[in-house]
């Protein structure tokens, strides 16, 4: 039986797998052209795509997402059921938000950081930065839909 620890990186590691797979898809080509611009074999790519992910590390997976360029934001949570990896575009490249001096420091702080740490330490320092990445987003998301009511209850 998993440990709850356990079953939360298994989760994050079909995310982050099923997100290398969709920017794969959208690469387009065959398997070995795509294996070959993320710098891993074309039968690991294919354990990525068909979801056979449970030999691969999830610092494996995060390396080929971060070659590709896949902007990922990793999530935790309380429980497995609530770690996640999704989707992150960079802030303003769909218009939808501008880069905030707070991220700017706390991207600063992680590079700073993890020039000082081992590779675990790493891992850890990036997915919580991450879960507070979400956090922030969520407390924007809760801020816009407040001053959204604000304005109708206004009008």
Known sequence: MQTP???TVEALRRD???QVARFAARLGGTQMAVAKRL???QPTLSKIINGHVADLSLELLI???VRGGVPLALQTGHGPEEAGAFFAPEPGADGRGLPSKLADQARESLLQSERRLT??????AFLEHNQLLAALRQAGRAAKAERARTVRRDA
């Open 16 to 18: 982050v797998a099923l």
């Open 119 to 124: 590779p675990s330490q790493r891992l850890e």
């Open 63 to 65: 390396r080929v997402a």
């Open 5 to 7: 620890e356990e079953a």
């Open 39 to 41: 710098g891993i074999p």
